[in-house]
């Protein structure tokens, strides 16, 4: 840790994960805090996503043995959301889960909004650090990737709230696509008002997934 920088908790770094064959596979994760010594990364152990098979995420942290080493870059930027609007609408999964909880942790003490987050299971709820005017609902898909409109259906059902809203969406491809229709097409949400990504996708290594997104990202207006 020495000459990482501070208050990095929301950023991400790359891991560089050993493979079988002796190949590294690089994958991102969200630092869910920091401290001098260490930071924490957390893993969604995707063992049975619509594909049918884990990643090598899921794989090596599932073998690996305390104080072992691995290589890893970063720290990346954090997406924080911004002070001062009258509500927030949050939308996310497992793989933004450390994020959003890093985010609603940062929010002033009097702000207002609704977090919806898909898990996999009912054991994959926690307690998180929120102000008591946002709301969080949990959505239990059991494989990732298998119900793309979930999020956005379940922001559509909760109604569309008063005053100035800025939403927050990262999630897989698809889901993400579904959200970005409700919001910015159908909800008119401007680039100032809105923060959308996606993580993953299903099926897709990431490196394959980056392609894709960045494809997508061409197509959308400036």
């Given at each position: 840790?020495?000459?990482?920088?501070?208050?990095?908790?929301?950023?991400?770094v790359?891991?560089?994960?050993p493979?079988?064959?002796?190949k590294?596979?690089?994958?991102?994760y969200?630092?869910?805090?920091q401290?001098?010594?260490?930071?924490d990364?957390?893993f969604?152990?995707?063992?049975?996503?619509a594909?049918?098979h884990?990643?090598?995420?899921?794989d090596?942290a599932?073998?690996v043995e305390?104080?072992?080493?691995?290589?890893a870059?970063?720290?990346?930027?954090?997406?924080?959301?911004?002070?001062?609007?009258?509500?927030?609408?949050?939308?996310g999964?497992?793989?933004s889960?450390?994020a959003?909880?890093?985010?609603?942790?940062?929010?002033?003490?009097?702000?207002?909004?609704?977090?919806?987050?898909?898990v996999?299971?009912?054991?994959?709820?926690q307690?998180l650090?929120?102000?008591?005017g946002?709301?969080?609902?949990?959505?239990?898909?059991?494989q990732?990737?298998?119900?793309?409109?979930?999020?956005?259906?379940?922001l559509?059902?909760?109604?569309?709230?008063?005053g100035?809203?800025?939403?927050?969406?990262?999630?897989?491809?698809?889901?993400?696509q579904?959200l970005?229709?409700?919001?910015?097409e159908?909800?008119?949400l401007?680039p100032?008002?809105?923060?959308?990504?996606?993580?993953?996708?299903?099926?897709?290594t990431?490196?394959?997934?980056?392609?894709?997104k960045?494809?997508?990202?061409?197509?959308?207006?400036?």
């Amino acid at each position: 840790m020495a000459g990482f920088p501070a208050d990095c908790a929301g950023g991400y770094v790359k891991l560089r994960l050993p493979l079988p064959d002796g190949k590294v596979a690089v994958r991102t994760y969200t630092i869910r805090e920091q401290r001098p010594d260490a930071l924490d990364v957390d893993f969604a152990l995707h063992a049975e996503t619509a594909t049918g098979h884990a990643g090598p995420a899921t794989d090596w942290a599932m073998t690996v043995e305390p104080g072992a080493s691995i290589e890893a870059g970063g720290p990346g930027p954090a997406k924080p959301l911004p002070q001062g609007h009258d509500f927030y609408l949050i939308a996310g999964d497992m793989a933004s889960l450390p994020a959003i909880a890093v985010n609603l942790a940062a929010l002033s003490a009097d702000a207002r909004g609704l977090a919806v987050i898909e898990v996999m299971d009912a054991a994959d709820i926690q307690q998180l650090a929120k102000p008591e005017g946002v709301e969080v609902r949990w959505l239990v898909v059991p494989q990732p990737g298998s119900q793309p409109e979930a999020l956005a259906n379940a922001l559509r059902e909760a109604g569309w709230p008063h005053g100035e809203v800025y939403a927050w969406c990262a999630s897989e491809f698809t889901a993400m696509q579904a959200l970005r229709t409700y919001l910015r097409e159908e909800r008119s949400l401007g680039p100032d008002q809105l923060y959308i990504s996606s993580y993953w996708k299903s099926g897709l290594t990431e490196e394959d997934h980056k392609r894709i997104k960045r494809e997508d990202a061409e197509t959308q207006p400036a």
